[in-house]
């Protein structure tokens, strides 16, 4: 993990933490004694991708410092169904404690991590690398994101922050292309910043202005045909990267890929995904 997603891991943690025990766990705590101790393991129920196996580790040791991992699957592997990915040993109350939150984090990053190898799996043999959104779930931007680079994704920008995304309704309000541009030069001339400036193009005629004005990193083919995005791709010519984005699905990935863009975003890799199935089971 990246030192400056800890923050954001541990606050996440904590939250899930407050919702789901509140003032105690009075299910374990009415029929388990407090020092009982005993031994779990983490069974996958279906084929995949790993992921979450550091976060788990981090929500054991946030309810009890002396749990006690045993991990034999590390995050990023292919799993089948019946594969143990870790023992946990500790107080029983710790454990029962544990497990909806693991299970809850790790069966959706698994979902995001597998969804993403399948289209990475898809563009195989082309320069085209799959870059994740922003369409992510509230407070779990940090994992969605972590889990797509486990699935052999890259991701997009983390946030509004770290890059600046001139899109469709930046560049009307700001009066077009040159004029959006332009002002990201100001802005961030002014501030002593360097961050990456891309543009998104609706048309053939906004990748002539994108390139026209300069300064540009990165040009966006937002909802261009494989026709379009062929021709555009021809036109840039390596001048900058393109990403192509919208209207892109499994279906027509490997087409879009096949065109020599450099980047596919796809919204779909952290918003629409199934966690995969898993749980934490009793063992000797």
């Known amino acids: 993990m990246k030192p400056e997603y800890k923050p954001f891991v541990d606050e996440l943690i904590e939250l899930a933490v407050k919702e789901d025990i509140g003032d105690g766990d009075h299910t374990s705590l009415c029929c388990i004694p407090p020092q009982e101790r005993g031994r779990m393991k983490l069974l996958v129920k279906a084929e995949g991708v790993l992921a979450g196996v550091e976060i788990a580790e981090m929500v054991l040791r946030r309810l009890d410092p002396q749990m006690k991992m045993e991990r034999l699957l590390d995050d990023g592997a292919r799993v089948r169904k019946g594969d143990i990915a870790f023992y946990v040993e500790g107080r029983l109350l710790s454990l029962l404690q544990a497990e909806r939150i693991l299970l809850n984090i790790m069966q959706r990053m698994s979902g995001v991590a597998t969804q993403t190898a399948e289209y990475v799996k898809l563009v195989k043999g082309t320069r085209c690398r799959i870059l994740d959104t922003r369409k992510t779930t509230p407070g779990m931007r940090v994992l969605e994101k972590m889990a797509v680079r486990l699935g052999g994704g890259d991701n997009h920008r983390m946030g509004l922050f770290d890059m600046i995304l001139l899109k469709d309704n930046h560049i009307d309000f700001a009066g077009g292309i040159t004029a959006a541009v332009n002002g990201a030069h100001e802005y961030l001339r002014?501030?002593?910043?360097?961050?990456?400036?891309?543009?998104?193009?609706?048309?053939?005629?906004?990748?002539?202005?994108?390139?026209?004005?300069?300064?540009?990193?990165?040009?966006?083919?937002?909802?261009?045909?494989?026709?379009?995005?062929?021709?555009?791709?021809?036109?840039?010519?390596?001048?900058?990267?393109?990403?192509?984005?919208?209207?892109?699905?499994?279906?027509?990935?490997?087409?879009?890929?096949?065109?020599?863009?450099?980047?596919?975003?796809?919204?779909?890799?952290?918003?629409?995904?199934?966690?995969?199935?898993?749980?934490?089971?009793?063992?000797?």
């Not at 393109?242 to 975003?265: K, M, Q």
């Open 190 to 284: 002014a501030r002593g910043k360097r961050i990456p400036i891309e543009v998104e193009c609706r048309s053939l005629a906004d990748v002539r202005e994108a390139l026209a004005v300069g300064g540009v990193d990165r040009i966006m083919l937002d909802n261009f045909s494989v026709e379009r995005t062929r021709e555009a791709v021809e036109f840039i010519a390596g001048r900058v990267e393109v990403e192509s984005s919208g209207g892109i699905t499994s279906a027509n990935l490997r087409e879009y890929a096949a065109c020599g863009v450099d980047f596919i975003s796809v919204g779909a890799l952290t918003h629409q995904i199934k966690s995969l199935d898993m749980s934490l089971k009793a063992c000797e």
